[in-house]
């Protein structure tokens, strides 16, 4: 019986210690929400990524030199899954920052923000923002996001040097791409068509970028595919996956396409190594960062279809998008909003153009690109002026099978058929249909 | 050496479903009392019997971490529909045979080898066990790197004696089979590790009398040292079988299951059923994994464990 004493003492002393860490995390909670000297102070919680933090905090500089009332403190959270997680709790347990970035589409859907989001609808700036990006941060019920940073789209990047040397055209029809890349073959200097496959991620791009084209077919398919109603087995969805056997069959991979990568891809094709490369215009970044001479040299097109008539970019909205959650209330939602039509303000574009290579036009009427960006930006331009854009599906329904990338793999690297292939996508997109728990499935 | 030996023999009289000594043991009236138990029993229920009975509750949901709803067997007939399920059961058998096998044929050798009397004994015993102190997913980068098919560092030396390697990783019937080369490999250290053991434990008596019979050194191995091993080879196909079942680690990092799902284990199509965020599923996996698992090693030890017994 005597070690019970000293046993009991211990689990006394755990509880208080216990105790006391709550009081001391209740404590540092209330303590940040009294402001410094009648300024309003304000939270600004954006993803760690070394371009997001940096861009973040070049416009709070510039926002706070012009408000000098207001403070914005930038605090970071990690990316990817864990950062889902503690957007959401945070969201859901009322502790959010009186701002945060997060991502637009089917990602913005889950954090249920007719609940938890301030609703701009009546903002003035809404009325400037690209169609397309307002239904990226819309419930039926309001607008909630602002964009910091750019669309993007997934294409084909190529080598002009290439195209010019061949005397080839940019292709508006698959057949002609097909023929382009023949004539690259035939020519023997570079590999006509680069796939990299040791980023699995990559080979989903014939597949996600062909979306302009299947609505150019039926366009209301992305609502027929959350019901239930359209599948990939079938026409016109299943071209990504015939293209990709397609390309593999005529073999017009590069020799490596097993085991490259994306940065291996990306100078592939700023090197002349490669001539096509089909991927997101995100890649702007990585090009000037590793081959920036070739800025000139890499151009973009859409990843072509059937019909040229209907030839235009499937296009991403800004991933990084700026929320006020409802727990922001009085002059901190004063100022937050004041800080959100900054953001949508001329002045803010071209300090995101500056502080990050741009990836892809600004969605906010007004915001030009600078003069200098990479031809692969600059491409995508008319496309956006003559509106020959479409949303990626992934904005157009919540759902997207997980297993897309290993299954776009196995069809492009010809262990797998395009019709069996897109079969095993359905069921992979049907599971997530049911763990979402939507209505059909 | 000899402490090896113990939790090599522990683990192979305890596999079995009724060996003789411990249940007349558990009989026996526990020399403490019972609330010296309460510490241990606590840890065990809550650290060890809670989850596993949560999980075979989970494993009937569907389940968000936040909501969960009750739907029967769905996710067993959904997990069974898996187009990878398959490819992953049958390469799950063959990653933990092929992997077992070398193990036992190799570290017999080695074990052969290294506790005969050669020149610096110590070094090479400490050589051989170093790949297994080493992190799986270091090596699985390291050989990555090693067996990239353009510029990797195992193609060039065999391109410098003209043999054109193969595209380790890469080449769908073969991605699998480097990972088990590298994971034999990596673990061949503690199957000699306990070999040597085994053979250390082997009282001298036995060659002494075999010498005066005039055996030669063959039959010396034959009839006594393979025989009196037995339950050093019954420790290793056991832990090297179990280790190659639910194999995941080493193969995530090399290939990721790839190329598409060519390489995929249970555990790798379990594990992508977890990063996708179908909890529900995955936990039924796993549930099926466990009595896979169960299903083949119960049945084995105790046949490997009766046979030990007959001699």
């Keep these: 019986m005597v070690p019970r004493t000293p046993r009991r003492s211990i689990v006394a002393i755990g509880a208080g210690g216990l105790a006391l860490a709550l009081t001391l995390a209740g404590c540092s909670a209330g303590g940040s929400d009294s402001g410094e000297g009648g300024a309003t102070s304000l939270t600004f919680l954006v993803d760690n990524g070394e371009a997001t933090v940096a861009t973040a905090q070049a416009l709070v500089d510039a926002f706070e030199a012009e408000n000098s009332d207001i403070s914005i403190e930038v605090d970071t959270r990690p990316q990817g899954a864990d950062g889902d997680n503690v957007v959401k709790t945070r969201l859901a347990t009322g502790e959010m920052a009186d701002l945060f970035q997060y991502n637009s589409g089917s990602l913005m859907q889950a954090l249920n923000p007719d609940q938890t989001l301030v609703n701009l609808q009546d903002e003035a700036y809404v009325g400037k923002f690209d169609e397309n990006f307002v239904k990226s941060v819309s419930t039926d019920n309001g607008v909630y996001g602002v964009p910091m940073g750019q669309s993007m789209a997934g294409a084909v990047i190529y080598n002009k040097d290439i195209y010019a040397e061949l005397g080839l055209e940019v292709p508006t029809t698959w057949d002609e791409f097909i023929a382009n890349s023949e004539a690259i073959k035939a020519a023997g200097t570079a590999a006509p068509i680069v796939q990299t496959y040791g980023d699995t991620w990559t080979s989903q791009l014939f597949v996600l970028g062909d979306f302009n084209n299947v609505l150019a077919e039926e366009p209301d398919w992305a609502e027929k595919y959350t019901n239930n109603e359209a599948k990939y087995v079938d026409e016109p969805a299943i071209a990504g996956f015939e293209h990709l056997q397609q390309a593999f069959e005529a073999d017009l991979y590069n020799e490596d396409f097993?085991?490259?990568?994306?940065?291996?891809?990306?100078?592939?094709?700023?090197?002349?190594?490669?001539?096509?490369?089909?991927?997101?215009?995100?890649?702007?970044?990585?090009?000037?960062?590793?081959?920036?001479?070739?800025?000139?040299?890499?151009?973009?097109?859409?990843?072509?279809?059937?019909?040229?008539?209907?030839?235009?970019?499937?296009?991403?909205?800004?991933?990084?998008?700026?929320?006020?959650?409802?727990?922001?209330?009085?002059?901190?939602?004063?100022?937050?909003?004041?800080?959100?039509?900054?953001?949508?303000?001329?002045?803010?574009?071209?300090?995101?153009?500056?502080?990050?290579?741009?990836?892809?036009?600004?969605?906010?009427?007004?915001?030009?690109?600078?003069?200098?960006?990479?031809?692969?930006?600059?491409?995508?331009?008319?496309?956006?002026?003559?509106?020959?854009?479409?949303?990626?599906?992934?904005?157009?329904?919540?759902?997207?099978?997980?297993?897309?990338?290993?299954?776009?793999?196995?069809?492009?690297?010809?262990?797998?058929s395009a019709a069996d292939g897109a079969a095993q996508y359905d069921e992979d997109v049907k599971k997530q249909a049911q763990q979402l728990g939507l209505e059909g499935w | 050496m000899t402490t090896a030996t113990a939790p090599g023999r522990t683990s192979t009289s305890s596999g079995g479903p009724t060996p003789p000594q411990p249940a007349r043991r558990g009989r026996m009236k526990s020399p403490y009392p019972t609330w010296f138990f309460i510490p241990a029993g606590v840890f065990y229920v809550v650290l060890f019997l809670v989850p596993t009975v949560a999980s075979f509750y989970f494993s009937l949901t569907r389940w968000t971490l936040f909501d969960v709803e009750f739907i029967g067997f769905d996710n067993f007939v959904r997990f069974f529909q898996e187009p990878q399920l398959v490819t992953g059961f049958v390469n799950t058998f063959i990653y933990a045979f092929v992997t077992s096998g070398s193990k036992v044929v190799l570290g017999l050798l080695l074990g052969v080898f290294l506790s005969s009397q050669i020149v610096a004994r110590g070094f090479l015993r400490a050589t051989i066990f170093f790949p297994v102190l080493v992190s799986t997913i270091g090596v699985g980068i390291l050989f990555e790197v090693l067996m990239d098919p353009f510029g990797g560092?195992?193609?060039?030396?065999?391109?410098?004696?003209?043999?054109?390697?193969?595209?380790?990783?890469?080449?769908?019937?073969?991605?699998?089979?480097?990972?088990?080369?590298?994971?034999?490999?990596?673990?061949?250290?503690?199957?000699?590790?306990?070999?040597?053991?085994?053979?250390?434990?082997?009282?001298q008596e036995y060659f002494e009398a075999a010498k005066v019979d005039g055996a030669s050194a063959w039959k010396n191995f034959r009839h006594i040292t393979l025989p009196l091993l037995r339950p050093a080879t019954v420790t290793v196909v056991l832990l090297s079988l179990i280790g190659g079942l639910r194999s995941f680690d080493l193969i995530w990092a090399m290939t990721g299951g790839g190329p598409g799902f060519t390489s995929d284990v249970l555990a790798s199509v379990i594990y992508k059923q977890y990063q996708a965020g179908f909890f529900g599923l995955s936990t039924a996996g796993n549930v099926v994994l466990f009595v896979v698992v169960a299903a083949i090693i119960f049945p084995l030890s105790w046949w490997l464990n009766r046979k030990g017994d007959d001699q």
Excluded: H
Excluded at chain 1, 395 to 414: C, D, H, M, N, Y
């Design chain 2, 153 to 203: 560092p195992i193609n060039e030396a065999l391109a410098a004696i003209g043999i054109e390697g193969p595209a380790w990783l890469t080449d769908p019937s073969l991605a699998l089979l480097s990972v088990a080369l590298v994971d034999v490999w990596k673990g061949v250290g503690l199957a000699t590790l306990i070999y040597i053991a085994g053979m250390v434990a082997i009282p």
């Design chain 1, 258 to 416: 097993a085991s490259a990568t994306y940065a291996d891809g990306v100078s592939m094709v700023a090197t002349g190594e490669g001539a096509q490369y089909p991927i997101l215009t995100f890649a702007a970044s990585q090009l000037m960062t590793t081959n920036p001479e070739a800025a000139d040299v890499v151009g973009t097109f859409p990843i072509p279809g059937g019909d040229a008539a209907s030839n235009g970019l499937t296009v991403w909205m800004p991933t990084n998008t700026v929320y006020v959650p409802k727990s922001t209330e009085g002059d901190k939602l004063e100022a937050a909003k004041k800080f959100l039509e900054f953001l949508t303000t001329p002045e803010s574009c071209d300090i995101q153009a500056e502080s990050n290579a741009p990836q892809g036009p600004f969605v906010i009427e007004g915001c030009e690109l600078p003069d200098d960006v990479p031809a692969m930006v600059s491409d995508m331009q008319p496309y956006f002026d003559e509106g020959r854009t479409n949303l990626a599906l992934e904005f157009l329904s919540p759902i997207k099978g997980p297993a897309l990338e290993q299954i776009t793999v196995a069809v492009g690297s010809g262990i797998t």
